[in-house]
């Protein structure tokens, strides 16, 4: 044994030695192709291998490379990477070249792109490859913490569900706020199409993230005008990955993980619970024994269930992805696809996605190019079964911990005699099952009519076929006692054409870029829907076996939009920029006296770093750029139909019959918002550090509302513009190369500041629901919390405190007056991103962090309310007060009393928090290697999604927001930052390899 440790010691060193003698050193030194200035800090690699090193400030460097020679690769900010043959030299200088392209990428803008030097809106760029490294089901998710002046909220651990997004704040109060998303250049639908009232679901889960080459976040009215009437809550563009000239790239990918919640919140044990409620009780003169009989509970009795526990499980993830792409001058292709499938942390909560797409691009001729986009997917979304705001499995804390699982009786079988009911039931008896086929297809061709005039056309549809199944059998609450079925179908068809012409051309120190078109859009929406009851057993699911048809109904809408559009850049000596555009937009939900509306921006720049007294004063600067625009966009974003005068059929007799069942308004016209913002860009050292500042002020004019009318009319509302509301801020990101080189490190930093007010509001103020808080009037922002400020218990007695008319506090909450007690729009949002590689390895990591804003914790009125009903409680309530002089917030238990458990600011807290958003730890498998098996590379890695949370909110999770599908527009847009037994985010964990060919 000692022999052979012995011996391959020896052989170790002997290879070492051998490897050793082979290298020899190279030195040299990197200069600028410009001005021959030295270039410190410049990366210097033998290709094929994990060998570095990089200059020092003097542009000298030193590497060992192999005696047999090779290639040096040279890199930098700002220039153009080069390869070097090593040879047999011992020296080798190198001159770099500023790449203009580097400091000067394009970009994507509306129907076009451009030069971001050259741009004079404010727009936020995203790069696919920072997207596709993360276990995301849907690419909205990637965005957050990354793009200053857009708030993302996802506001439920439930696999599927939407995302809430405001660019630069809320702007309307009724119509929707969600951006608008295009898909390579064609509008697609984003808004859910479910029929039932589970929580919202997002269509745009259908899109793989791993197809997706960049993301364009239009902000400003000069760079969302464009798009006119749909406008004013910022511009969505998604462009996907096409081929590139150049040898066929196969790629191969996979990764695995596992989920839990980001937290789980404690509750009473049994012990615990018996005390609480038996001395609540006896405080209110009951005795403890008969009513824990009357409520169906057992004082004696030895389980002890957390239930909390009961709602959640381990989850996965799993996902395998191709992608072969390449092409020659003629033809271009890329072809990707992805089999995804997800276990949620919610019991009974999956998801499944597969999906295929093919980009082709063929240039006919020098002048006439045609390309086609065709993606198929299928999601299958498993949803828990009664996932609606008053049923879903979160609400099984609930239940007494001194309740059984399982029926005593019946150890097989769930308990059914629980104080409330036992969801568990659900996820063996029941399914609901929401299975989506999509398709994205896209037809285009250009052709160069004369040198700088194109011409192009295009065809683009999304038709989405939305099929939904629901059982519950007839052990469940709903499905007792001979089962229930309900079966849906939605189909979508949102198709578009577009048809340009672009002149570029350019005259000396003049540059113009022109483009004129004629855009159509129409979207088409069915619904059927069926339901049923009495089947022979649970093994008869489909509706053809029920006993009993309850009801049947099938539903029509749809609209459509022509459009003109216009833009024109002007760009003088690189220094001077000038942007007009304009959207004629004719809309079929509009009145017939405002069919048409024009949306015009206007912007300018000034790139002053061209100018020679800038250059010569600060020669470092690369970039700084002043910018401003104006603008006015449009939110058409309101129901098919919500202008004109409605019939709907009314059977009497079993007579057919109609009635009207809403009033026209001819005069009802688009929301507009008017935006002016100014920037400023800069970058140093070959933008080795740059950033950008955006202040904002955007004013929303002719709000949409249904104002009351008089019942003696037979309406009680009627549509019209009324009332206005503001939203002005700071928007400020830096990027820098803190470290070039072998190591580096480069940092992102972002943060936003939004201020939100209603200026006018021509009706009495808004509040949607008589449990929550939100409210909307005059001279406050949106959705401002409102009610009775709670005050914490009396030490003498224990009664809850309010602050009352005259601001001491009182007992008496009918007297107390309705204040301002909480905001749920944050001061600030913002995210912190670092990047550092060190020879093979690197490691990005993103910190979230969004403050100020309130949480409204709805659900605190049953299980953090001091014992007033037996609702198991969370266990702050332990602190209650219990004799005089108890100094506390939690007032006295008394059951069935309610002291202290009406709506108040009781339940308000600080949703601020600092989230480790991301991290991902890989290394790229040296190509020398990777050779060996007939590969070109390999990255292996790890990441995590959510991996902590820092908080004060003590809830399930600070990024809440209560959507159901049967909410109004309106009361998910002023209901912010209201929790209702929310799931939290899913903490996943994940371990992947990328393999390329």
């Avoid at 239009?218 to 000239?245: F, M, P, Q």
């Avoid at 089999?339 to 006439?368: C, M, P, Y």
């Avoid at 029509?556 to 007009?580: E, H």
Wanted: proline share 4%.
């Amino acid at each position: 044994m000692r022999r052979s440790l012995l011996l391959s010691c020896l052989l170790t060193l002997l290879v070492w030695a051998t490897a050793s003698a082979q290298d020899r050193q190279v030195t040299g030194k990197v200069t600028s192709a410009d001005d021959g200035s030295s270039l410190p800090g410049v990366s210097i690699q033998v290709k094929g291998s994990s060998r570095g090193t990089q200059t020092d400030a003097n542009g000298a460097y030193t590497i060992s490379v192999p005696s047999s020679g090779g290639t040096l690769i040279f890199s930098f900010i700002g220039t153009t990477t080069q390869e070097v043959e090593i040879g047999n030299r011992s020296t080798i200088d190198v001159r770099l070249v500023n790449d203009a392209r580097a400091l000067n990428e394009v970009v994507v803008v509306g129907y076009g792109t451009q030069q971001r030097r050259d741009l004079t809106g404010s727009q936020v760029t995203v790069r696919g490859d920072d997207i596709a490294r993360l276990p995301v089901q849907t690419f909205e998710t990637a965005l957050q913490g990354r793009t200053p002046g857009v708030q993302i909220t996802q506001g439920s651990g439930r696999l599927g569900s939407a995302l809430q997004i405001r660019v630069r704040g809320a702007a309307s109060i009724s119509a929707g706020n969600e951006p608008l998303y295009v898909l390579d250049g064609i509008p697609i639908t984003s808004q859910d199409v479910n029929t039932t009232d589970n929580e919202l679901f997002s269509p745009l889960a259908d899109i793989d993230p791993n197809d997706i080459e960049s993301i364009e976040i239009l902000k400003d009215a000069s760079a969302s005008a464009i798009y006119g009437s749909r406008a004013s809550n910022g511009v969505v563009l998604v462009t996907t990955k096409r081929g590139k000239v150049g040898r066929t790239n196969v790629t191969v990918g996979y990764y695995t993980g596992v989920s839990k919640p980001t937290r789980l919140r404690k509750f009473l044990n049994a012990a615990q619970y018996k005390e609480l409620f038996s001395e609540a009780a006896t405080n209110a003169g009951y005795v403890p024994a008969e009513e824990f009989e009357g409520a169906g509970l057992d004082l004696n009795s030895t389980s002890d269930v957390n239930w909390s526990d009961q709602a959640f499980q381990t989850g996965s993830v799993n996902q395998a992805n191709f992608g072969i792409s390449g092409g020659n001058e003629k033809t271009r292709f890329n072809l990707s696809g992805a089999l995804n499938k997800q276990i949620g942390i919610v019991i009974a909560n999956e998801f499944k996605r597969n999906n295929i797409r093919l980009n082709l691009d063929h240039n006919i001729s020098k002048k006439f190019t045609v390309g086609t986009s065709l993606a198929l997917t299928r999601t299958i979304n498993r949803k828990t079964p009664g996932d609606n705001a008053f049923s879903n499995p979160v609400q099984l804390n609930a239940l007494p911990p001194i309740q059984p699982i399982y029926d005593p009786a019946n150890p097989t079988q769930f308990n059914r005699q629980t104080l409330y009911y036992n969801n568990l039931i659900e996820v063996t008896n029941a399914y609901n099952y929401a299975n989506t086929y999509r398709i994205f297809g896209n037809l285009f061709g250009s052709y160069q009519v004369i040198p700088g005039l194109t011409f192009r056309t295009e065809y683009g549809f999304d038709f989405l076929n939305l099929q939904e199944e629901l059982y519950q059998g007839r052990l469940t609450e709903d499905g007792s006692p001979t089962g229930y079925g309900y079966q849906a179908q939605s189909r979508a068809l949102n198709w578009t054409t577009n048809n340009t012409l672009s002149y570029l051309r350019t005259f000396g120190n003049h540059n113009i870029d022109l483009l004129g078109g004629i855009t159509y859009q129409e979207q088409n929406l069915q619904s059927v829907t069926t339901s049923g009851r009495g089947f022979p057993n649970d093994q008869f699911k489909k509706l053809a076996s029920a006993a009993r048809i309850l009801s049947g109904s099938s539903t029509a809408t749809g609209y459509s939009i022509l459009s003109y559009v216009a833009r024109a850049n002007y760009k003088y000596r690189d220094r001077y920029l000038l942007g007009l555009s304009g959207r004629i937009d004719g809309s079929s939900r509009f009145g017939a006296n405002n069919r048409y509306g024009f949306f015009p921006s206007v912007s300018a720049g000034w790139v002053l770093n061209e100018e020679p007294f800038i250059k010569n004063l600060v020669p470092v600067l690369s970039l700084l750029k002043l910018r401003a625009s104006y603008g006015v966009t449009g939110n058409s974003e309101i129901g098919n139909f919500d202008s004109r005068g409605l019939y709907s059929a009314i059977p009497y007799a079993d007579q057919a019959g109609i009635q009207p069942t809403q009033i026209a308004n001819p005069d009802l016209r688009w929301e507009k918002s008017s935006q002016f913002d100014l920037g400023l860009e800069f970058g140093f050292r070959n933008n080795r550090v740059n950033g950008q500042i955006d202040l904002y002020d955007k004013t929303t004019n002719d709000l949409l509302l249904n104002v009351p009318q008089p019942a003696i009319n037979g309406f009680t509302t009627i549509a019209r513009n009324i009332g206005s509301l503001r939203n002005r801020g700071i928007e400020f990101s830096v990027t820098s190369q803190n470290l070039v080189g072998a190591f580096r490190w480069s940092t992102n930093f972002n943060i936003s500041f939004n201020r939100n007010k209603v200026l006018r509001l021509d009706v009495s103020p808004i509040r949607p629901n008589s449990r929550f808080l939100s409210y909307v009037t005059e001279g406050q922002p949106l959705g401002i919390f409102y009610g009775k400020k709670y005050l914490g218990a009396d030490p003498a007695n224990g009664d809850a405190l309010y602050e009352g008319p005259d601001g001491k506090p009182t007992n008496d909450y009918a007297s107390a007056p309705d204040l301002y007690v909480g905001n749920p729009n944050p001061d600030f949002t913002g995210g912190l991103t670092n990047n550092f590689s060190y020879k093979g390895f690197d490691l990005n990591v993103l910190l979230q962090f969004v403050s100020g804003n309130d949480i409204y914790n709805v659900a605190g009125l049953f299980q953090s309310v001091n014992g007033d009903y037996f609702d198991n409680q969370t266990v702050d309530q332990l602190r209650r007060w219990q004799k005089p002089g108890d100094q506390t917030d939690i007032p006295q238990a008394r059951l069935y009393e309610g002291n202290g458990t009406s709506v108040s600011s009781r339940w308000v807290q600080d949703g601020s928090f600092l989230r480790v958003k991301t991290v991902s730890l890989g290394y790229n498998v040296p190509s020398r290697l990777m050779r060996r098996v007939f590969a070109q590379s390999a990255r292996i890695y790890v990441s995590a999604l959510n991996l902590f949370t820092f908080t004060k909110y003590t809830g399930y999770d600070p990024e809440v927001s209560t959507q159901y599908a049967n909410s109004s527009t309106q009361t998910a847009n002023v209901a912010l930052g209201h929790d209702f037994y929310t799931p939290p985010q899913a903490r996943t964990i994940t371990v992947g390899i990328n393999l390329g060919f």
